[in-house]
């Protein structure tokens, strides 16, 4: 119940094109879910996050959208630039109060070709 | 800086040595992350601090493992009698107490073990 399944593992999607990147978990518990992206030889960088309140939230061409009956979410990335290429780490956590453990999914890496 | 530091970036040790890998967390966050990286893989949570007092330790792979925080500030990971399935690279992470959209990492230390 833990655990959050992430798909695809890779992703090659020509620059300008859309980038979708899905994930879904279990535990209705959880009650926070970003998104973060790695580059290699970085930590982990938030992008952008979600609560369950609302179904999307978008930030410049970042898009979450949220499906609570499903308990799925999906990173969309408009226009995407060969700068996007990186991992991208779906993530849940529960504990509004104290910020407890997150679960990450297992990654996605994206590649943007120019 | 004013970011999540981590020392060392990487460590080369023998099987059976212990190590230690610290975190100097973003000055005011209260909430302290440990995860491991394993190579292309997702993040696995170890530990979370709430101040110095750690309510989560159920992360924590084996009694090799330990984690300590003093001060509010600064975070060492140890791990005892290190085995080859320990490499990986170990991300901290920080936060704001209830406030996960304010997570942080540090660049992680690389740990390999011969």
Redo the contacts between chains.
Sequence with gaps: QQQVK?SPQSLIVQKGGISIINCAYENTAFD?F?W?QQFP??????LI?IRPDVSEKKEGRFTISFNKSAKQFSLHIMDSQPGDSATY?C?A?KG????????????TRLSVLP | GAG?SQSPSNKVTEKGKDVELRCDPISGHT?L?W?RQRLG?????LI?F?GNSA??K??LPSDRFSAERTGESVSTLTIQRTQQEDSAVY?C?S???????T??????TRLTVL
């Design positions: 992430q926070y970003p973060y030889g970085k930590g982990p960088a938030l996050a780490f993530a956590s509004h109060l104290y910020g407890q453990n997150f679960v990450f999914g297992p990654g | 999540v909430a992350y995860y893989q997702g993040l696995e949570f979370y709430q309510p989560d159920s992360g991300l992470a936060s704001f107490s209830g406030r996960p959209d997570q942080y990492f540090g660049p992680g």
